[in-house]
């Protein structure tokens, strides 16, 4: 999304206040500003605040969300790229950057499941733009959610660190 753009909400949506991480509910027929429109997630300006919506609510901002498909290789297998392509689709719900981009990510593993050889375990070491960030479980959420997204992946375990700080 290049430009910002005001929205009348069309019903009630849950949201959280960036940074903080507060939840909140915006009322229907309010108006707010979309300032990024992300990674499946909407970042909206709100009685001065900024707050994020999941792209499950973009009906009540008159919109629809394409989520960006990783494709899986013929031989049924997992990747370190693809895990990153899934990782570039998590986007800082202040700023419109990844958190690849941002340098949040510090280490991606694949590994074969050790109970189903078709599927894989991903093993990921990140940490946050601030160690009190309110909206670090979010972020997390998003990563699994990302990653999970990806064919044949079984199980995502995200490890937040906060070193070197």
């Known amino acids: 999304m290049a430009e910002r753009e005001v929205v009348v909400t069309k ?8 940074p903080a991480g507060t939840e909140i509910s915006i009322p229907k027929d309010t108006f707010v500003t979309i300032t990024q429109s992300l990674g499946g997630t909407f970042t909206v300006s709100v009685n001065g605040n900024l707050a994020r919506i999941e792209g499950r609510d973009a009906d009540a901002l008159g919109k629809t969300v394409v989520y ?11 990747s370190e790229e693809q895990v990153w392509a899934a990782l570039n689709q998590v986007y800082d719900p202040e700023i419109p950057v990844s958190v690849v981009e941002l340098g949040l990510i ?40 990302y990653v999970a997204r990806v064919p044949n992946v079984s199980r995502v375990e995200v490890d937040l660190v906060f070193d070197p700080p």
């Not at 019903?11 to 960036?18: K, Q």
């Not at 960006?68 to 997992?78: F, I, L, M």
């Not at 189903?116 to 979010?138: E, H, N, Q």
């Open 106 to 145: 510090y280490n991606c593993k694949v590994k074969q499941n050790e109970q189903d050889a078709s599927k894989y375990d991903v093993f990921i070491t990140m940490t946050l733009t601030a160690p009190g960030c309110g909206m670090g479980p979010v972020i997390v959420d998003d990563v699994r959610h």
């Open 11 to 18: 019903r009630e949506i849950a949201a959280r206040i960036v």
């Open 68 to 78: 960006e498909e990783v494709a899986a290789p013929e031989d049924g297998s997992v």
